[in-house]
């Protein structure tokens, strides 16, 4: 059985502790989409449009990695397009209990077994966050260890720093 795996996110920027899950999943499943969260709600710093582009640039070295749009119910979209893999990525423990109830959760939502599959961060991105990234380069500071260089090259661009 070929494995469909869905990692899921806003990607407001795309970081490279996400870009680090994207790599290590593409080596475990057979295709990997990456689905770009729809939160009309939410204020980005990035348009949806955007975002899907950077996440293409960024992962373009990756055959198996695909990047589609998510809206509505995680759930309903797993079981839509059939997914039996969801991605999660780990940063601490405090992202462990948040995900753990979203996975015992959708469980109960998914169809045809999926199963949620927790990767830990890598030591070295464990302390990244998207809203962290945004701070760090919108207040003039480095930001080549925190996202990938096309993400960095557009944010600087919208921040005219």
């Known amino acids: 059985m ?14 490279l502790g996400h870009l680090d899950i994207i790599e290590r999943a593409a080596n475990l499943f057979d295709q990997v989409v990456i689905g770009v969260v729809v939160n009309l709600e939410k204020k980005t ?5 955007e975002r899907m582009e950077m996440i293409k640039e960024a992962t373009a070295h990756l055959e198996n990695v695909t990047v589609d749009m ?34 015992q ?26 809203t962290m990234a945004k701070q760090v380069i919108s207040l003039g500071g480095r930001g080549e260890n925190l996202v990938p260089p096309c993400v960095l090259e557009k944010m600087k661009g919208r921040l005219n720093k």
């Open 70 to 103: 998510c809206d509505g119910l995680l759930a309903d979209f797993v079981n839509k397009n059939k997914f039996n893999v969801v991605v999660r990525g780990l940063r601490g423990m405090s992202d462990f209990d948040s995900e753990q109830q979203m996975a």
């Open 2 to 15: 070929k494995t469909k795996a869905l990692y899921a996110g806003s990607f407001d920027p795309l970081t």
């Open 45 to 49: 710093m990035f348009t949806f449009e």
């Open 105 to 130: 959760l959708h469980r109960y939502l998914y169809e045809n077994n999926t199963e949620t599959v927790f990767l830990m961060a890598d030591s070295k991105y464990a302390f990244i966050s998207s």
